[in-house]
Every structure is written in C-alpha cells, then in structure tokens.
C-alpha cells in the first residue's frame, strides 16, 4: 500500500493524487488531440486529391468506431478492470497512429482511423471511472472537473501542435506526434496501478456491473429526465462540432496562417477548460437543471456573435465570441456528466463515463454528415450571389454558426418553457 506522502496515495490522506491525474490525463489527451487533425483536413483534401464533402470520413470513419463500442468496452472496464481495458486502448491506439502518420492512400488513412476509433473506445470509456476513483465518492463532482479540465487542456494544445505540425512535417504531423504520448502513458500506467490495486471498482473479476447496455435502454425508456438530457448533449454537441469544422477553412482564406487559426481555436478550448472548472463552483449555488440552463446560455450567444462577423472585423472579437461559447460547452459537459454518474450505479462507472462519450459521437458523427453539405450549400449560393472564393468560403463556414446559434436558442427556449410548466 503506498505511503501517505505518496503522489499516489489516498486523496483523504495526501490531497488531490495529480500524478494519478496526470497519467490518466495523458492517456485520454489521445481523444481531444485529435482535435488537432481538423487544422489538416485543407491539406489532407489536396493530399489526396479529395472533393471537399468527402473529407468527412475521416471524421465519420473514426467516431462511427468508438461510439459504436463505447458503451460496450465500458460495460467490459467494468466486469475486467477498467486499468487493464484502459492500457489495451493505449497500445491499439499508438499502432493506429503510427499507420496513419504513413499512411499512402486515402485507403489506408481511413483503415487507421477505424483502429484508432478502437483504440479510442477501449481507452476513454474507463478514463472517467480511473479518475473518479483517484478521489473518494464525496469528490465526484471535483474528479469530473478536473478530468474535463484535463480533456480540455488537451482540446487546448492541440491546435497549437497541429498548425506545428503541419508546418514541419505536413498533414501526417498531425496523427505522428501523438504516439510518444500514448507510449508515455503506457510507461506510467504501473505506477496508476500501485495506487489503484486494491480499489475494487478498478480490480477484475468484481461482478456483473447492475447496468447493462440493455438496462440503459430500458432505463432512458422509464426516465424521461434522464432520456432528456442525453438527447440536449447531443444537442449540444451537435451545434458546438460547427467551430472546430468551420474555422479551419474560414480564417486562412481570411488570410490568416495556420498557427495563428490554430491559436484562435486554442483560445475556443481554452473556455471549454475554464467552463470546465467553473462548474463545481456554479453547483455550490444552484441546481444542475439551472446551471444547465447558463450553459446552453453562453453557447447560444456565442455562436450568435461569431456567426455575425464579418472578414474584416479585429480578431479579439472572433475570440471573445469562440471563448464565451466555449466556457458554456466545458460547464454543460461537467454538468452533464455528473448528472449521467449520480442516475447510474457506483457499478457501473464504466459505462456512465462511456455514455456520455457516445452522446457526444452521436453529435459529431450528425454534425460532419450535416454541416458539411450546408457548407456547400451556402457557399454555392455566395458565389452564385458574386462573391469572391475567399469571401464564399467565409460565408460557407461562418453561416453554420449561426444556424447552429438558431438550434441552440431553440433549446435554451424549450427549457424555459419546462420550468414554466413545472412551476405551475
């Protein structure tokens, strides 16, 4: 058993554990990094001479994967030991990777995607049960906080390394500097193990976890609350997918470079993290369907203010814009989650965290089907209207914003008129 002093050992002896934190950060960084391959998909397009809407599958490829066996490697982190599952993701993961950075056709790369995709589902659906289990059932709240606030720091580099990347090595930069991060993980995860062997949530063989796949379903059918808002996070997620997809392609044909759209996006992540740490504090003062409520809030007005700039309008307005949306993401997902946790058993964390990732896949696999052919759509219609490619583009991608801003303030109505109901 470790010693008190231990950076591994019992929070209510030694504190908040942040190496644990940190390993298990790590290992989960491989999914919000990717956020980095959105700064390569221009390139990608014209690496392999790909007509804009088919670019889509290397999203699609990789999301169908992990969000199709989420729940189901969750339910197996529970019933096998969730570190165990976690490190047979890590080392799938840096394989996959490592086929896609060499990838020599399009073929190829969407064959890599597909196992990342696997690799992906075995390591995120146990990276939130690992990370609550680091704190005592008292802290659940502050463990969700810090694991989103970690997710978020990733989401938060990953634009700086990706426009990096791209500029030294190319579009395949962006999939090859995440393999010594995962093998870093790999490395450490003996020492999460010290830690974690003698909790039972994270042992093997501790039993049938009370929730299945199945026993979700029929419990999403008899709780129509909780039904609820696994649907608005899909919602969400849906509408937020639209800037990292968007900007890419908007601010370089405004001019900008790719290290400074992949700062812009950084400062879009660096809201979602602040959100993300925010919530606990929001939580000691108001219920979880109010902080809701401010979440949905701040992406409604954000988006609505992003989608309304024009090409010619200073940068610290796109920023503030991006960061306010951003901040209301990291509170809904904080929120979410601890609303998805506290429904479901303390046996089934697997699948709790495992939900709340599939809700978000189910947004972001909608979102690359959808918004990509409206960007089409509304940029068809700028040059059809006179406009040059430059400004058509803009048009294309900023436009999905405020359609989105629209789908958002739909939801923030739809909630007002159910506390109005239900004060009655």
């Known amino acids: 058993m470790p010693s008190p002093s231990s950076p591994f050992s019992d929070t209510s002896r030694s504190g908040t554990p942040w190496l644990g934190f ?64 976690f490190r047979w993701g890590l080392w799938v993961s840096a394989l996959a990777l490592g086929v896609c950075s060499v990838a020599p056709a399009y073929g190829w790369l969407l064959a890599g995607r597909v196992l990342q995709g696997i690799g992906v589902a075995l390591t995120l659906s146990c990276a939130p049960a690992l990370a609550m289990r680091l704190l005592g059932d008292g802290q659940r709240t502050r463990a969700l906080s810090i694991y989103g606030a970690m997710f978020a720091a990733a989401g938060l580099l990953a634009p700086f390394l990706g426009g990096l990347s791209m500029r030294y090595v190319g579009w395949s930069g962006v999939y090859g500097f995440r393999v010594p991060i995962v093998l870093l993980a790999v490395l450490c995860t003996p ?23 199945m026993g979700l379903w029929q419990l999403m059918r008899r709780n129509a609350d909780f039904a609820g808002v696994n649907l608005a996070s899909v919602g969400v997620q849906f509408c937020s ?11 370089p044909a405004a001019g900008w470079s790719d290290v400074h759209s992949g700062a812009m996006l ?23 369907r109010g902080v809701g409520h401010v979440a949905l809030l701040a992406m409604a007005l954000g988006l609505t203010w992003a989608g309304a700039l024009s090409m010619t309008q200073a940068w610290p307005f796109m920023a503030l814009a991006l960061s306010l949306q951003g901040l ?30 599939v809700t978000r896949t189910v947004g ?8 990509l052919w409206l960007m089409d759509v509304l940029q068809t219609r700028a040059l059809a209207h006179g406009a040059s490619s430059a400004q058509a583009i803009w048009a294309g991608t900023l436009g ?18 159910q506390v109005l109901f239900a004060s009655r």
Not at 40 to 58: H, K, Q, S
Not at 269 to 277: C, E
């Open 266 to 288: 950084s400062l879009w992540a660096l809201g979602v993290l602040a959100g993300s740490g925010l919530t606990p504090v929001l939580l000691r003062r108001m219920d979880l």
């Open 400 to 417: 999905l914003m405020s359609w989105a801003a629209v789908l958002v303030w739909v939801m923030v109505f739809w909630r007002v008129v």
């Open 328 to 357: 209301g993401l990291g509170v809904f997902q904080v929120a979410y989650a601890e609303q998805v946790v506290a429904t479901l058993p303390d046996s089934a964390r697997g699948l709790s965290g495992s939900l709340t990732l």
């Open 22 to 85: 940190a390993i298990v950060g790590c290992g989960a960084a491989i999914a919000p990094l990717d956020f980095a391959v959105n700064m390569a998909f221009p390139a990608m397009t014209e690496a392999f001479a790909l007509a804009t809407a088919d670019i889509r599958w290397v999203a699609v490829c990789y999301v169908i994967t992990y969000g199709s066996l989420m729940l189901f490697c969750g339910v197996l982190g529970d019933r096998w030991g969730h570190l165990r599952v």
């Open 241 to 251: 997918f639209t800037v990292a997809l968007s900007l890419p392609y908007a601010l």
């Open 364 to 371: 972001i696999v909608g979102a690359a089907m959808i918004w």
């Open 191 to 213: 020492g999460l193990a010290r830690h974690l062997r003698a909790q039972t949530l994270s042992a093997p063989g501790q039993g049938n976890p009370s929730v299945s796949v």
